[in-house]
Structures are given as structure tokens and as C-alpha cells.
């Protein structure tokens, strides 16, 4: 009989275990809202790029520099930020983040030159390397370890549909209001943000968690390195696909927003799914599982002759954004987990420095690439060095993340 009613402990423990309070899913809901802006930045800013160049009067590789300013500014300022947010609570760090966030968007709506924009996106950059470990140390702040997955899915999923309605919205804009629009359009969505954070999460959350010195263990390391190729990979990769389907294949900058539009379905969808995985699972099988398929499907992209502009383009295309989708949610629940809940902001920003990293390395490269003349075999190329990446360097760096968690958020 006892052996009976441990058993079934054990079965409701991993079937989810007791409902969850409301204000956790509220305090996830605001928390995801905040970070599903700062990816939609990207994305939107992104599709919006050839203009900015003919808008400036610049080539359109120096506008690489709009992204990498802001990737820069966002990881110089996301350790600090992380302390910050250990120190005062993850709802005061958003809201300062931000403003400040709101400040730099609105002068960039209203630059002159490139110059002037370049230090917009840094003040953009700032702000959101404090309102990211706020976020997502909030965003868990309310589930146990072994239920962090389901909440990192839904955060996933979040960024999917970022990178959905991000370069439609961006398209959109460009198209009939011109590149500011985009700008212009970010201040008021942070304003909402804001408003969802002020009023749902609390002004401590970390009161009552014990110890505090960051985990910068094995497992941090590791899944910090997943998640900067992981971002080095779609960045790049979205920054000259976007590139040359507008200055090359002819598309606008709409037509060449909705092409990548299966992608970000794809990484939405394959989110809340690695969520459930990896709270049955662990960790390293769905971090195997998406490296596999992106890489698989950026390789059969890389192979010249393959078209990039065509119908026949979508089938690779659905490897690809799946593994993406599938990255997310293990990096982030790895770290977490192997760190003490008090220092959750300064192992939130350490994931997002390695995002953020990866990024700027991404659009670096991409912006490397596009210095010469942009032709099909240039992408092809791109996009065998990132399949490489994936199958090469992604996989291995996965087994890192090989450690399972109990209820109580040990690593064993």
C-alpha cells in the first residue's frame, strides 16, 4: 500500500502536480509580453533596412551596423543588468528598461542621418539589457522547477509569433508610411508592455528565495553557448535571406516579410511542444532534435542550384524553423534550474549576453557577406556555414545540457 501511494505521488508529480495559482500564468502572460517586444524589434527593424538605406542615402551593408549596435549596446549592459534586477526586484528593472527603451525607439523615429540612428539603437540596446533578465526571471518566478518547461513554451511561442507579426507589421509599415513608421510604431507597444507589468507582477519576487550567489556552472556555461549559435544562426540567416529577396529576387519589402512568414509559424509552434518534452525528457533530447533539423534543413538550402525564392523553398524551410523552435525552451530551463532562484536575473542575462552575442556575430557576418556583389551563391554559401554550425558545433555543445531536475529545482 505504500509502495502504491508513492507510486501515485510520483505519477501526479509528473503528470503536473497541483493547479497553479492565477497570478503565475498573469505574472508569465506580462513578463512575455515585455520580451516578445524586444524580438519583435529585430524582426521588424530588419525588414525595414533597404529602405533605411535609400531613405539615408548609405549602402545597404553599412545598415548591418543598425543591428549590431543594438546587439552590442543590449549585451554590454545585460550583466549589469542582471544584478540589478536580483538586487531590486524584476518588475522595477522592466519598467526603467523600458523607458528607456521607449526613449531610444522615439529618436529614432525622428533621426536625420545614420549616425543619429546608430545612437537610437544603442539607447534601444540599453533598455532592453535591463528589461530581458527582468522578463524572463519573472516570467518563471511563479512555477516550480520541474514545471518550468510548460512556462518557457508559452515564452517560445511568444517569440515565434514575434518573428511572425514582426515582418508582416514591418512590412506593412514600410510599405505605406515609410521606415520611421516602424520606429514610431514601437512606442506605444511599449507603453502597453509597461502597463501589463506595472499592474501584474509583483514588486518582489525574489523576497523569499534562498541564496544568492549566481550559478555560473557547467550547465550555464553550456546553455549559454546553445543559445548564442542559436541566435548567431537565425539571425544571420533571416538578415541576408531578407536581404536578397528584396535587392535581388525582386520582392518587396512585404512580399519578402511573408515569405519567412512559415518559418516563424514553425518556431511558435515546435516551442510549447520542446516545453513538454523537457519536463518529461530533460534538457539534451530536444536541444539534439533541433540542431539536427535546422541543420539539415539550412544544408539542403546551402546546395547550389537549390532555389530561394521559389514554392520549392518551403520544404527545407520546415526543418529549419522547428529545430529553431526547439532550442529555445532547453537553454533557458537548464540554467534556470541549475541556479539558485535569487540569482536567476544575473543567469537570465547570461543567457541573453550569449543570445545577443550570437546575434550581433550573425548580422556581422551576414553584413561581411553582403559587402561584395549579393548574388544566389552568396546566400547558398551563408547558409552552408550555418548548417555546419549547427551539425557541428550545436550538437556537441548539447550535451551540456544533459542534467535532469526534481520537483524541488536540484540538479541531479
Not at 524589434?41 to 549596435?69: E, M, N
Not at 523576497?207 to 544571420?236: K, S
Request: net charge positive; with cysteine.
Amino acid at each position: 500500500m505504500a509502495h502504491a501511494t508513492r507510486s501515485a505521488r510520483g505519477r501526479r508529480r509528473r503528470s503536473g502536480g497541483a493547479p497553479l495559482p492565477r497570478s503565475a500564468w498573469t505574472r508569465l502572460a506580462a513578463c512575455t509580453a515585455a520580451a516578445a517586444l524586444l524580438q519583435l524589434d529585430g524582426t521588424l527593424i530588419t525588414v525595414a533596412l533597404p529602405s533605411v538605406a535609400h531613405g539615408l542615402g548609405v549602402k545597404g551593408s553599412s545598415t548591418s551596423a543598425v543591428l549590431s549596435a543594438y546587439f552590442a549596446a543590449y549585451a554590454l549592459v545585460l550583466i549589469p543588468g542582471g544584478e540589478l534586477v536580483d538586487r531590486f526586484g524584476a518588475r522595477r528593472l522592466a519598467l526603467v528598461g523600458l523607458g528607456v527603451f521607449a526613449l531610444g525607439a522615439l529618436a529614432g523615429a525622428v533621426t536625420t542621418d545614420l549616425t543619429e540612428l546608430l545612437v537610437a539603437r544603442v539607447i534601444q540596446g540599453a533598455g532592453a539589457g535591463l528589461v530581458s533578465p527582468a522578463a524572463l526571471a519573472g516570467a518563471v518566478s511563479g512555477f516550480p522547477a520541474d514545471r518550468r518547461g510548460a512556462a518557457l513554451g508559452i515564452w517560445g511561442a511568444s517569440a515565434g509569433m514575434s518573428n511572425l507579426v514582426g515582418p508582416l507589421l514591418g512590412g506593412v509599415l514600410t510599405v505605406a508610411l515609410g521606415w520611421r513608421a516602424d520606429w514610431w510604431a514601437l512606442v506605444p507597444l511599449t507603453v502597453a508592455a509597461a502597463a501589463a507589468v506595472a499592474r501584474l507582477v509583483p514588486g518582489v519576487v525574489h523576497g523569499d528565495a534562498e541564496g544568492g550567489n549566481p550559478a555560473l556552472n557547467r550547465i550555464v556555461l553550456a546553455a549559454t553557448l546553445v543559445a548564442a549559435l542559436t541566435f548567431a544562426v537565425m539571425i544571420g540567416a533571416f538578415y541576408i535571406a531578407e536581404q536578397y529577396l528584396q535587392r535581388v529576387a525582386g520582392f518587396s519589402a512585404l512580399g519578402a516579410s511573408a515569405a519567412l512568414v512559415l518559418v516563424a509559424l514553425l518556431v511558435g509552434a515546435a516551442a510549447p511542444l520542446a516545453g513538454a518534452l523537457v519536463d518529461r525528457r530533460g534538457e539534451q533530447l530536444p536541444t539534439l532534435l533541433g540542431f539536427l533539423a535546422a541543420g539539415a534543413g539550412l544544408a539542403i538550402l546551402g546546395i547550389s542550384g537549390v532555389s530561394l525564392d521559389g514554392a520549392v523553398t518551403v520544404l527545407p524551410l520546415i526543418p529549419v524553423g522547428l529545430g529553431l523552435g526547439m532550442l529555445f525552451v532547453p537553454t533557458s530551463r537548464a540554467a534556470l534550474n541549475a541556479s539558485p532562484l535569487a540569482s536567476h536575473g544575473r543567469t537570465s542575462a547570461l543567457l541573453s549576453v550569449g543570445r545577443l552575442l550570437g546575434a550581433a556575430i550573425g548580422a556581422g557576418l551576414a553584413g561581411i557577406a553582403l559587402s561584395g556583389t549579393l548574388t544566389a551563391a552568396t546566400v547558398h554559401h551563408t547558409l552552408l556555414v550555418a548548417a555546419v554550425l549547427c551539425l557541428i558545433v550545436g550538437i556537441p555543445a548539447s550535451a551540456g545540457l544533459a542534467v535532469r531536475t526534481t520537483p524541488a529545482g536540484a540538479t541531479r
